[in-house]
């Protein structure tokens, strides 16, 4: 098979959208090498992330606009990009970031693939701009509509695909997505020194890792540290944001300025490391399309506190501890029921671990391709 890929987050984004091309081009190229692979993207940069990328896989073609297009990139990857599709031959089309050319029907004959990875704009408007949630309505639902498969992030996209969108439950396949290999295996210990020393990590600690936004509610993991031990440390790994303000101050006025840390910015490779020196990870997100940093958690033997309300039990599973988003009491409960009982908290590892295995890259991987085939059989 040639297999195109739109490409856009996987060259220029380093978070979220961008983690999940890159794995996902990167598994199937590892587990299935007898395909062509071709990335078309506005542009072509050399960054970090995608350039372990190409070094990992290094057959990869890369497309981007020529000619007068190159003028208009905005506009090759919304219609231009379906002339390059059939010059290039290409047999499966997956738009990886919830779009896809807006002519993919009309102009190519590709079967076309679209992950959606969830509709929070359409769930939580009042956190996006109007003028935004218009626009992600009418890309969201076309891609869904236009689409030959719909592939969810999970159940929960799944459910929101159809009751938001009107979409036919039988074109939608849930394939989880997993995390970067390197939490799957104990960080050196070369590195967790190095992590310790640049980023000041205290002795013992609650991680929550992830933007710091309304939305992802790490104000309760805040207001849970009046309740506990005074020598476990709160860390939070995320980018700030407006609302980052608010636990700046809830941080002042409770004198927690010892014992919550903020960390921006920090390198990739030391993530490993802090995750494994945490005692408990904790993730009181509101709603998430799936909820990636729990799978990093369990697979980096720590034991989990989550959220209530979205898919997060479906990351977690039936091990992990869950809290109502609002449930300050709640959250001081499950991490003081961690601490005191060492028994209990070796058993949620010990279960995460096995739980975790569901995500296996090569399980993704396998489900992927059956799609790809199944469509090709369809012709």
């Known amino acids: ?95 990886l970031s919830n779009e896809l050319p807006l002519n993919i029907r009309k102009a190519s004959h590709t079967k076309s693939v679209v992950t959606i990875h ?40 799944r459910r929101d695909i159809i009751q938001y969108f009107g979409i ?52 309760l993991a805040v207001e849970a540290m009046i309740g506990v031990p005074e020598d476990l440390h709160l860390v939070l790994v995320g980018k700030r944001t407006h609302y980052t303000n608010q636990i700046d101050a809830f941080i002042s006025a409770h004198q927690l300025e010892k014992r919550v840390h903020l960390l921006h910015n920090v390198t990739f490779q030391y993530l490993p490391a802090i995750y494994q020196q945490a005692e408990i990870f904790v993730y009181p997100s509101r709603f998430e399309g799936f909820g990636i940093p729990i799978i990093e958690a369990l697979h980096s033997g ?14 977690g599973g039936p091990d992990s501890i869950y809290v109502h988003p609002d449930d300050k009491e709640g959250m001081k409960e499950a991490i003081n029921t961690l601490l005191n009982q060492p028994e209990k908290k070796q058993y949620l590892i010990e279960q995460g671990l096995k739980y975790v295995t569901r995500f296996s890259e090569k399980k993704q991987a396998d489900e992927l391709i059956s799609l790809y085939y199944s469509l090709i059989e369809e012709k």
Not at 181 to 205: D, G, I, N, Q, V
């Open 1 to 95: 098979m040639r297999i195109g890929f739109d490409a856009k987050r996987a060259v220029q984004n380093f978070t979220g959208l961008g983690n999940y091309s890159r794995y996902l081009i990167e598994i199937l190229y590892r587990f299935y090498p007898e395909n062509e692979y071709l990335l078309y993207a506005p542009r072509i940069r050399s960054n970090p992330p995608f350039n372990r990328l190409r070094s990992v896989c290094p057959a990869l073609h890369c497309i981007s606009p020529k000619g007068i297009w190159e003028k208009c990139r905005s506009i090759w990857r919304s219609i231009g990009i379906t002339y390059n599709l059939e010059k290039d031959h290409v047999t499966i089309y997956h738009g």
């Open 302 to 315: 720590v034991p989990v506190i989550a959220a209530t309300g979205s898919c997060l039990e479906e990351a």
């Open 168 to 219: 036919d439950e039988r074109k939608i396949r849930v394939i989880y997505q997993g995390c970067d290999e390197s939490f799957t295996h104990p960080a050196e210990e070369r590195l967790k020194k190095e992590a310790r020393t640049k980023y000041h990590l205290p002795a013992r600690y609650i991680l929550c890792v992830g933007s710091i936004e309304e939305r992802k509610n790490a104000l």
């Open 118 to 157: 969830d509709l929070i704009f359409l769930r939580y408007p009042q956190c996006y701009p109007f003028i935004d949630r218009l626009i992600y309505t009418y890309k969201f639902r076309k891609a869904c509509q236009d689409a030959d498969a719909i592939i969810a992030i999970s159940q929960c996209t």
